[in-house]
C-alpha cells in the first residue's frame, strides 16, 4: 500500500509476510549508531511495506551514506 504498513499486519503465508522469513532477514541487529558513536545492540529490526516513491532528503542521503561507509554502520549491517 502506500501508507508503510508493519509486515505482521498481513496474515500468515502472504508474500508480503513469508518473503522476508524465507530470505533469512534478520529479526534484531546491532550496530554503531554513526550520528552519536553510540553501540546497538540487538535491536529489533522493523521491516515495512509502503510505497515504492518517496522523497529523501539530504540528511537522510548523509545518514545513508555516513553509515554505509562504517564497518559497523546501520547501513553496513543491512548490506
Do not use: C
Request: glycine fraction near 8%.
Amino acid at each position: 500500500g502506500l501508507i508503510p504498513t508493519s509486515i505482521f499486519e498481513f496474515p500468515k503465508g502472504t508474500m508480503k509476510r513469508s518473503h522476508y522469513f524465507q530470505h533469512g532477514i534478520p529479526k534484531k541487529l546491532s550496530y554503531v549508531d554513526t550520528l552519536s558513536g553510540e553501540w546497538k545492540r540487538n535491536v529489533e529490526t522493523p521491516i515495512y511495506f509502503g510505497s515504492q516513491w518517496m522523497a529523501l532528503t539530504h540528511e537522510f542521503v548523509e545518514y545513508v551514506i555516513r553509515s554505509m561507509s562504517h564497518p559497523n554502520g546501520l547501513g553496513s549491517v543491512l548490506k
